[in-house]
């Protein structure tokens, strides 16, 4: 089997700033013809996205994908619910966890995988505000090590 292209659309920065991200998973994303067209473009929001198991359905909420310009009365609402698709064996095991555990399904990223729009969930916990403080100045030190590293070559 040949190996398929992936082409990223959009990360989700902010989910790795607010949560902690236990295990990620790729699900297929239902979409309309304009919507599509609209992402190759790269006219999409995660930065506030989350997903919710509703009736053994997974459905992604909060994802903004802007209307495809040259599109007209198909153009669908940019914030509507996106259903995902899962093998039903495991949204209800994410459902278990999100239930029991006190986890979020975040959409980390989108990408194309070949001809197909795909998104990467993941099973999140939330992190406080040391936390958050923490990796920032861990990220701070690295990149004052890099720099100081780079000017004594």
């Known amino acids: 089997m040949e190996k398929q292209a992936m082409r990223t659309i959009a990360q989700n920065k902010k989910a790795y700033h607010d949560y902690f991200v236990e295990e990620?998973?790729?699900?297929?994303?239902?979409?309309c013809g304009t919507e599509v067209k609209s992402l190759r473009a790269g006219k999409v929001n995660l930065k506030d996205a989350w997903c919710s198991v509703v009736q053994g359905e997974l459905l992604i909420n909060g994802m903004?994908?802007?209307?495809?310009?040259?599109?007209n009365v198909f153009n669908r609402?940019?914030?509507r619910v996106r259903r995902l698709l899962m093998h039903r064996r495991e949204i209800l095991r994410l459902y278990?966890?999100?239930?029991?555990a006190g986890y979020s399904l975040i959409p980390l990223s989108l990408y194309f995988k070949g001809s197909m729009v795909k998104v990467q969930v993941g099973l999140c916990k939330g992190k406080k505000l040391y936390d958050k403080r923490q990796d920032l100045a861990a990220r701070a030190a690295k990149r004052d090590i890099e720099r100081a590293m780079k000017n004594n070559r």
């Open 64 to 71: 903004h994908i802007s209307p495809y310009e040259h599109g």
């Open 24 to 31: 990620s998973m790729e699900a297929g994303i239902e979409l």
């Open 77 to 79: 609402d940019p914030m």
């Open 96 to 100: 278990g966890l999100v239930k029991q």
